[in-house]
C-alpha cells in the first residue's frame, strides 16, 4: 500500500466511521489488517478515529473498531466515562479494558470520574471498580480521594458500602480541599472517624513520602488555607489542627495562605502561628531526611532509586 492510498483509505474509513458505515468500517479494517503489518501503523491511523467516535457517542461504530482491534487507551475509556457511554463502557470491558486502570500515575481510575452521575458511579461499582485502587505505587489517591473533595455526600456513602476504606486515599487531606458548599459536613465526618489532623500527606506510608516529599505536600490545615477555605482552616483548628506543623520545606499553613493570597485565612492564622506550641504536637519533618535542608533532590534520586515520572 503506497502513502497515497493509505491516506486515502484513511479518510474513506473516518468519513464511514463517523457517519456510522459500520459495514463500511468493517470492510476497510479487514483490508487494513490484512495488508498493514505494522500494528505501531494501525494504531496511528486508526486510534484518532477511535476517539472520535466515542466522543460522537458512536456505540456501534465503538463496538466494530474494537472488535478489529484498534487499541484502547485509559484516555479512551475517560472520555466514555465523561460522557456517560455505558454501551462503549460495556464495549471496552468486553474487549478485555481492566476498569481499575488508572488513568495515568497521577490520576485515579476512571471510577473517580463519574461522580456527576451516581447511576453510572454505581455501575461502575457493580463491574468491579475498586474506590481504594491507587493511581501508582508512589501516590496513595484513589477514586474515594476524588470523592471526598468533590462528589456529593450520596455518592461517597456509595462507594464506602461497596468498600471504600478511610484508611486510604489521604481522604481528609482532600476533604480540606473541599470548595463545596457542605464542606464543613463531609470534614466533620472524618474529624468525627479520628483521623489524624496533623499529619503531613503520606507521613504514615513508608517510602512514599520521600518519593512525593518535594511535590508540595503539607496537612489538611495547609491544603485549606491554600484555597482560602476559612470555614474548614476554623474547624481543623477546633479539632486539634496545629497551625505550627511545617511541611518538608519548612512552611507552615500561614505562609501558603500568605503565597496563594488568602488574606482572611492569613489573617485567621497568624496569632495563632507564633510560639512553640503544644508539646504534644510532634514536628514529622524535623527528623532527618524529612525535610528539604538535609535531602538535595539529586541526592534523594541517586540513593532511592526512583525516577520521576
Known sequence: MTSHDQNCDIRQLQEAALSGYVDRVRAILLEWRETLGDDKVFAENTVPILDEAIER??????ETLLTYQVPMNAELFLKATRNTSYRILQAFLHHGWDINTPVSPYTPPALASSFHDRDLTKWFLDHG??????????RDCTPLSIAFREAEPPTIKLLLDYGASLQHGQVLHYAAMRELDDRLDVLKYLLQEGLPVNDI?????GDEYYFNMYSGIGTPLHYAAARGLLDSARLLIENGASPLVK???????????????????AEFLRPRSTGHGPETIPQFTAEDGRHFG???MEDFLRESGYQLV
Not at 457517542?57 to 465503538?62: F, I, K
Not at 471498580?129 to 508512589?138: H, L, T
Not at 500527606?201 to 506510608?205: A, G
Open 247 to 265: 511541611d518538608p520545606a519548612g512552611k507552615v499553613a500561614l505562609e501558603w495562605a500568605e503565597y496563594n493570597g488568602q488574606t482572611n485565612v
Open 294 to 296: 538535609n535531602v538535595s
Open 201 to 205: 500527606m503520606y507521613q504514615n506510608c
Open 129 to 138: 471498580a475498586n474506590p481504594n485502587q491507587r493511581c501508582n505505587a508512589y
Open 57 to 62: 457517542d458512536l456505540a456501534e461504530v465503538v
